[in-house]
């Protein structure tokens, strides 16, 4: 039988809404959507539920969000099937995600430590200066060149920041070095490279004072070895030990999300049937991308649990 991998969303996934029908459906997953309310010491829930869209799309609010959204996710799952991950990974802040569902940290830690990760870097770049850029169908060499080439140029910041598939990687920096890159792209024949909207230029140099802030708040938390192998964001390796997963979640604030490697470790590894947990279908649709032959089941509300349970067991 393939292995089965638990996987976890990060910024971008969110939408009003989200969370809800998991909080309405048993009292034990309501009081975890209360938890994320009195660690973030703002009405989260209610931005999610109900929004407004602004508030939810903050990054100090969409990291919690995300999380206890995937959280809840991943307890339901559990809970309802007999079905248990050999791996866990996930997507940028989806890292924390698979590391309290593997047993590295705590609900409450992992709620405090990603609603810090999300203060951090928006106060890391101030507003306008920093930008991210989604380059497609260009190989990552020539990403790569266009990059440095524009950071020369511009004397500022650009590196890849998310290799998520062979015709999706995403490029972070200074405003004026993306747009730069974006330009050079096209010039080169580049058929699709645009810029993002988003907060921040999250993944590269410029994140280096959230890494910081990171990296303090991380050493004064207890991390425990994990139950089930993670593979990380920024080495596409199994990890287990949770002074290792310290250093590397450090690490991740500034460095490339290996998305493509690390579906290709999992499928090294024997994983062929991909549990996406938590809201959207981003992932999924990345995965699919990467690899054909997988079964993927996106697990946002109660009866998609219950809809990949029937089809897993059947």
Known sequence: MRKIAFLFPGQGAQSVGMGQAFAACSSELADLFALADRV???ALSQIMFQGPEEQLTLTENTQP???VTSLAA??????????????????????Y???AVAGGFSAEEAIRLVRLRGQAMQQAVPPGQGAMAAMLNMPAEQV???????????????????????QQIVISGHQFAVARAVALAKERGAKRCMMLAVSAPFHC???????????????QTA???LSIPLVANVTAKEV????LIRRLLVEQVTGAVQWEAFIRRLQELGVGTYIELGNGKVLAGMIKRIDETARVFTINTPEDVDKAADQLNS
């Open 40 to 42: 973030t010491g703002v």
């Open 65 to 67: 969000a995300m999380l």
């Open 74 to 95: 991943a307890q339901l799952f559990m809970q309802r099937t007999a079905i248990r991950a050999d791996y866990v990974a996930g997507h940028s802040l989806g890292e």
């Open 97 to 99: 995600s698979a590391i």
């Open 144 to 166: 790569q060149e266009v990059c440095q080439a524009a950071a020369l140029e511009t004397s500022g910041i650009c590196v890849p920041a998310n290799f998520n598939t062979a």
């Open 205 to 219: 140099p410029l994140m280096q004072p959230a890494a910081d802030i990171m990296a303090q708040a991380l050493q």
């Open 223 to 225: 991390i425990a070895d």
């Open 240 to 243: 287990r030990e949770g002074e």
